[in-house]
């Protein structure tokens, strides 16, 4: 439907969406993530490939994934990532930007500086999915090439999108990536699936100050080249 209305519409709705760090019990029922899913999946892939593979987790079960990675955190058990997600070193502009978000949200929910142990609080709840009722762990078969890490990228951006329309709230967590052995063997998934990510789904809690954090966006003319207009 190309009409002014629905530009307008799916315009308020990207302008709306955030990321959402901490939620409301509320269950969101399997058909609504279905529903998520399905659409997610309409998303653009080289050659039709469509890399995803998701596991949706509720309930038991991703409380069960939670207990199991927030054991070895606690422990300070680190685990070896399956690739680099961040920089070795932080360089301007990304160094600032990465700095004023976490200033900014250890600042809301009133965490001081130098306080490690309430920063590690703060981390360890990237592992309870930020008590959200569903959590998805998402996976690519390593015979693909991290090239279809973009067709991914798609992917989600269309899956945050479809809950954001539907009223629910998500936050795309590559802190999940830091722990692939315990997902691996907690969900019983095969060594030829590499850990892409993971996604917190459900209803924001109004009421959390973490949920009023507004991050900035580059304008247009900072990150664009316009030739030939």
Request: proline fraction near 7%; hydrophobic fraction near 40%; glycine fraction near 8%.
């Amino acid at each position: 439907m190309n009409t002014p209305n629905a530009f307008a519409a799916i315009s308020e709705v990207f302008r709306s969406r955030h990321s959402v760090r901490r939620f409301l019990p509320t269950p969101v029922p399997r058909e609504v993530v279905a529903e998520l899913l399905q659409l997610a999946s309409t998303s653009p892939s080289g050659t039709n490939a469509q890399p995803w593979k998701v596991y949706a987790l509720a309930g038991d079960a991703r409380k069960a994934l939670s207990d199991a990675i927030l054991e070895r955190f606690n422990r300070d058990e680190a685990e070896t990532p399956e690739f680099p997600y961040y920089p070795a070193e932080w360089v301007e502009p990304w160094l600032s930007r990465r700095r004023k978000l976490g200033f900014g949200l250890y600042g809301l929910v009133g965490i001081q500086k130098g306080d490690k142990a309430r920063m590690k609080e703060q981390t360890g709840r990237n592992f309870l999915f930020f008590d959200a009722p569903v959590g998805l762990i998402l996976t690519m078969d390593r015979r693909l090439t991290h090239g279809m890490f973009l067709d991914y990228g798609v992917f989600i951006a269309h899956f945050v999108i479809a809950a954001q329309a539907r009223g629910l709230g998500t936050c795309v967590q590559n802190a999940l990536c830091e722990y692939p052995q315990t997902i691996h063997r907690q969900l019983g998934i095969s060594e030829q699936e590499e850990i892409v990510g993971g996604i917190a789904l459900g209803y924001p809690d109004p009421d959390a100050p973490e949920n009023r954090i507004v991050t900035e966006r580059e304008p247009v003319e900072g990150f664009t080249a316009f030739r030939g207009f």
